[in-house]
């Protein structure tokens, strides 16, 4: 599968469930790659691939399969205590 570049905006609370449906594994990010702007988060995804997501202060951008992103975007929330529905 091909990396697509994926531009995005959620709530921070919408955003820290993304996260956690996205990642089943961080990675430190390589020290060549900068983004002065945000945070970068590494890894792998829940179907084992690698991905990026770079956070700013108004938008993200994700970096990896859309197949991923989407099942991301449409994951739960584990504790049902939030409805993700991103």
Do not use: W
Not at 7 to 32: D, H, M, Q, Y
Not at 52 to 72: P, Q, V, W
């Amino acid at each position: 599968l091909m990396n697509e570049l994926i531009n995005f905006s959620l709530p921070a609370g919408k955003l820290s469930c993304f996260v956690g449906n996205l990642f089943a594994e961080l990675e430190t990010p390589c020290e060549k790659q900068q983004y002065p702007d945000g945070l970068i988060l590494c890894g792998r995804t829940a179907a084992g691939r690698d991905a990026m997501l770079l956070i700013g202060r108004d938008s993200c951008t994700f970096i990896g399969s859309k197949e991923d992103y989407n099942a991301a975007r449409n994951g739960r929330c584990p504790s049902r205590r939030c409805s993700f529905g991103g």
